[in-house]
């Protein structure tokens, strides 16, 4: 799972933007945006399986 995520935020940062203009545009550069930005931080997770629950670990602190 966290490899799909990795791979799918390399997906998000590579493609390209379509021919569209104006505000459409900015829509499309955003959301490509928040795409990446959330796959990225599942792909930078660790990750457990306990009892049958999987468990993400996020670090949100910054880099020392």
């Known amino acids: ?3 799909r995520f990795q791979s799918r935020a390399r997906a998000v940062k590579s493609r390209g933007i379509p ?3 104006g505000p459409e545009r900015q829509r499309f550069i955003k959301a490509a ?3 990446f930005m959330d796959f990225s931080i599942i ?4 990750c457990t399986l ?3 629950i999987l468990i993400l670990t ?3 602190r910054p880099n020392s």
């Open 19 to 21: 021919p569209i203009e």
């Open 43 to 46: 792909g930078d997770a660790s």
């Open 1 to 3: 799972m966290i490899q």
């Open 58 to 60: 996020v670090d949100l």
């Open 33 to 35: 945006q928040d795409d």
């Open 50 to 52: 306990e009892d049958g």
